[in-house]
């Protein structure tokens, strides 16, 4: 019988899968109800001359499943130990995992240029919600509901009074109303409209600058854009400005600027700030002048790296960022 029990508890014992099924045979064989101690409850109903044989043979299987299942437990742990390094392990030997590198988009490429640009001249960056209310998009612009210009403006609305803004022209009037001159600023931002083709994006990028203080002229703007040309397009850029018509200006223009292999380019509009805009903001315009000037960031960018079409601008295509 107990020759049975040790080759049945042996063939149990060493083919444990994990330490799980391993406590199991030791409930089985060990425990309150197992095996060995219904063998040694049994060790009154042996005649008493038989009982020190039995009961060392009931010692003798205890030991010998207490040995099997340590042995096998030891066994196990290592197992295990072994799996878990296999899983860690790592060849240092192979080459690390490479990660695609992102590239600066062309626009933001030309966002910071001007920025640097601007703040090495003096100027301060600001920026103003994309939300926009009419009055600071509009009317302290000096372009009331019933002004044609607005018209062309007239794009994304969240309700009467609410839209995405049309130019960052309302950080200007915010920054004024905040402060007093003279100031230097210049706002770049994203600007929305109802525009798309190969030249129009519905959103676009733009930059618009501002300069208040006392006797300021057109000089000071050409200067301005003149400097700003130079150094974002090269030495040989030229700067020529045409009479035209901007509401928040007077006198306004458009600004052409003369580059190699294009020629004359138009690539922002100007003016002198309107002495309505400053009344707007609470500005003496007898005692102040300024000028402002906005351009399309988007634009420059496809002067500078020859882009043809916009639309590439948003299409995400890495093919065409790699390039960049």
């Not at 095996?35 to 009154?44: D, R, W």
């Not at 209310?133 to 403006?153: G, I, K, M, S, Y």
């Amino acid at each position: 019988m107990f020759e049975d029990i040790r080759r049945e508890a042996e063939n149990e014992i060493n083919s444990a899968k994990d330490m799980k099924s391993l406590n199991d045979l030791r409930v089985k064989y060990l425990g309150k109800k197992g095996i060995v101690s219904q063998l040694m409850k049994k060790i009154k109903e042996i005649p008493p001359q038989e009982r020190k044989e039995y009961g060392k043979s009931v010692n003798d299987l205890k030991s010998f499943v207490e040995k099997l299942l340590s042995e096998r437990r030891e066994q196990l742990e290592e197992e295990e130990k072994r799996k878990l390094y296999e899983r860690l392990w790592v060849d240092i030997t192979l080459p690390g995992a490479r990660r695609k590198v992102g590239h600066n988009h062309p626009v933001m490429k030309v966002w910071r240029e001007i920025e640097e640009i601007f703040v090495s001249m003096g100027y301060e960056v600001v920026e103003g919600p994309e939300i926009e209310d009419t009055w600071h998009n509009f009317d302290a612009l000096n372009t009331p509901e019933w002004h044609p210009a607005r018209d062309e403006h007239d794009s994304f609305y969240f309700s009467d009074k609410l839209l995405l803004r049309t130019h960052t022209s309302p950080v200007q009037i915010r920054t004024m109303l905040a402060k007093k001159p003279p100031l230097a600023i210049i706002s770049p931002g994203k600007v929305y409209r109802r525009d798309y083709d190969a030249t129009h994006l519905p959103v676009f990028h733009q930059c618009e600058g501002l300069y208040v203080d006392r006797n300021v002229s057109v000089t000071h703007l050409k200067f301005t854009l003149e400097e700003f040309a130079r150094r974002i397009f090269g030495e040989g850029a030229r700067v020529r400005l045409k009479p035209s018509f901007f509401p928040f200006t007077e006198p306004s223009f458009e600004v052409d600027v003369y580059l190699e292999g294009y020629g004359w380019l138009e690539i922002l509009g100007a003016g002198m700030v309107d002495p309505e805009v400053f009344k707007s903001v609470g500005y003496d315009p007898e005692e102040w002048s300024g000028f402002a000037f906005g351009m399309g960031m988007d634009r420059i960018a496809m002067i500078k790296y020859g882009i043809k079409d916009i639309r590439e601008l948003v299409r995400n295509d890495l093919r065409f960022l790699r390039n960049y």
